[in-house]
T-cell receptor
């Protein structure tokens, strides 16, 4: 059973601080990794994708991938109240995309 | 560029009734996915189409769920008969190629009473 694990939270972070979201996956053959943001009552929207080991930065967001440890993370710098949402990690083994259950992030004003 | 369209947006039915959902993917996107998202959980893949062929339907409850994409463009997902546990949001997504970014539609919220 190929799995993607995330802490469900809620993760509470003060406004302006760094939010760190983590995800582990079971299939070593996974090649593509995605972070989606989902506001309550809305559909998931892509924030970042990463294919290679290391860091990938886009504005306030940084995705980190460590294939040896089967671990991918998302850092959000200068957290804003509008970042409060559920963050879904998705992994792409065998031409399928498997989602984790998501981590609820709450930015405290 | 128009996004993924879905209808209806909301549906309330009684158990044992049937229901159908429609999805029109982004123009030119060959791959179409149907997901079920139960409250508090991540999306669960029900079926994946590549053009009008099925790539993966291993998690589709085939005794009650069916899906088709006859012309390789829009798709319908049907539930017959519905059960209480089918209450969820049904999301449609599309990509231009397998492994690329998925774009989600607004979803259909189904409540089975």
């Amino acid at each position: 059973q190929k799995e993607v694990e995330q802490n469900s939270g809620p993760l509470s972070v003060p406004e302006g601080a760094i939010a760190s979201l983590n995800c582990t996956y079971s299939d070593r053959g996974s090649q593509s990794f995605f972070w989606y943001r989902q506001y309550s009552g809305k559909s998931p929207e892509l924030i970042m994708f990463i294919y290679s080991n290391g860091d990938k930065e886009d504005g306030r967001f940084t995705a980190q991938l460590n294939k040896a440890s089967q671990y991918v993370s998302l850092l959000i710098r200068d957290s804003q109240p509008s970042d409060s949402a559920t963050y879904l990690c998705a992994v792409n083994p065998d031409d399928k995309i498997i989602f984790g259950k998501g981590t609820r992030l709450h930015i405290l004003p | 560029e128009a996004g993924v369209a879905q209808s209806p947006r909301y549906k309330i039915i009684e158990k044992r009734q049937s229901v159908a959902f429609w999805c029109n993917p982004i123009s030119g996107h060959a791959t179409l996915y149907w997901y079920q998202q139960i409250l508090g959980q991540g999306p669960k893949l029900l079926i994946q189409f590549q053009n009008n062929g099925v790539v993966d339907d291993s998690q589709l409850p085939k005794d009650r769920f069916s899906a088709e994409r006859l012309k390789g463009v829009d798709s319908t997902l049907k539930i017959q008969p519905a059960k209480l546990e089918d209450s969820a949001v049904y999301l449609c997504a599309s990509t231009s190629q397998i492994r690329e970014t998925q774009y989600f539609g607004p979803g259909t919220r189904l409540l089975v009473l």
